[in-house]
């Protein structure tokens, strides 16, 4: 099984960079981001430190890369926060020096186009902590979600085992950041139809995984994916973009991985709620639903083709919809099929 390096947790009055590796949107959209800075200060008690192309959209590649390397290589900064996602991380990736992370590791928090950043850190055996961005989950309007508040107070500070606990309601309703008065008004929530449990097994192994339209973008360019003798124990987590990528996509994406023989070394998959609401296609709550059961079924259907019987775990409480848990790439999980219970190493 792949070694990791074992991550410092902060102390409150700990400084962090905030970053931008993809879309530069706080350039576009500064109030959920502001608002974001100041959770970071009044919620969890850390110093933000901005970078030159944090608010700057369509920044350089080179740009982009050069300050996710002076981020990390500041000994003043203690974890790294991404702005947001985007769409052309990938493109970036090879401007990055490994030495450099490798002599400064430390926690980064980001997820959907940060896939390529966390997945670049696990091949160095850096682990890292996929979910909670400063514009999405540090800037929701109102306030926090207690889930995330709390999964993110143990990633940072407390660490130990956190139990996954699906949430009773749950929202993937946009906001329109443009106006700044959203802030101030509460999501829409919705009843959460808890966890969907397929296969059998109790399972302990390491997590890598991502958004599934940045993995396959890896995968077409068969660059920074894992070697394969790394995957052994793996279980792999996976979830969808805000676009509502058509149910059958992320078969594409795992009937690859099961070409390649990974599903002989993988033990278990974990699947993020779909978002299946957007500006342009808002989805009433059967659509929703009937959306998300028959992606179930494809993932089910892809992954039975290569393993008859290691755990798929689905509608989890991580990826583009909210509430959001963290979840440690490269760190620990446990999964109980009989007493129905996942735990992971934060």
Not at 139 to 147: A, L, R, S
Request: hydrophobic residues 35%.
């Amino acid at each position: 099984m792949k070694q990791f390096v074992k991550l410092s947790k902060l102390n409150k009055g700990d400084q962090v960079a905030v970053i931008s590796p993809s879309n530069g949107l706080p350039q576009i959209f500064p109030h959920p981001y502001e608002l974001g800075l100041e959770r970071l200060q009044d919620v969890f008690g850390l110093t933000a430190k901005e970078y030159p192309t944090t608010r700057i959209m369509g920044a350089p590649l080179k740009d982009r890369a050069r300050d996710i390397m002076d981020a990390f290589a500041d000994k003043n900064n203690k974890a790294v926060f991404t702005s947001i996602g985007g769409e052309d991380q990938l493109q970036l990736i090879k401007y990055l020096d490994p030495q450099v992370f490798l002599d400064n590791p430390k926690p980064f928090f980001g997820y959907s186009d940060n896939s390529h950043l966390h997945n670049f850190l696990w091949n160095l055996g850096i682990p890292s902590y996929y979910g909670c961005a400063v514009m999405t989950n540090l800037g929701m309007n109102v306030e926090m979600f207690p889930m995330t508040v709390d999964a993110l107070n143990r990633a940072l500070f407390t660490g130990g085992d956190y139990e996954v606990v699906a949430s009773k309601e749950y929202n993937d309703i946009g906001l329109d950041w443009s106006d700044k008065a959203n802030l101030d008004i509460p999501r829409t929530m919705e009843p959460n139809e808890g966890l969907f449990w397929d296969g059998d097994g109790n399972v302990e192994g390491i997590l890598w995984g991502g958004c599934v339209e940045s993995l396959i973008f890896q995968s077409t360019a068969g660059k920074y994916l894992p070697k394969d003798e790394d995957l052994e124990g793996v279980v792999l987590f996976i979830e969808t973009a805000e676009d509502i990528p058509e149910a059958w996509i992320p078969s594409y994406l795992l009937r690859g991985f099961g070409e390649r023989g990974w599903f002989d070394k993988i033990k278990a998959v974990l699947v993020g709620r779909p978002k299946a609401w957007e500006f342009d296609k808002q989805n009433n709550t059967e659509k929703k639903r009937a959306y998300r059961e028959e992606q179930r079924q494809e993932i089910i259907r892809s992954v039975r083709q290569y393993n008859s019987t290691i755990p798929i775990i689905q509608n989890l409480d991580f990826g583009h919809t909210d509430p959001q848990i963290i979840l440690p790439n490269g760190g620990n999980v446990k999964i109980d099929t009989d007493s129905k219970t996942i735990t992971l190493g934060l």
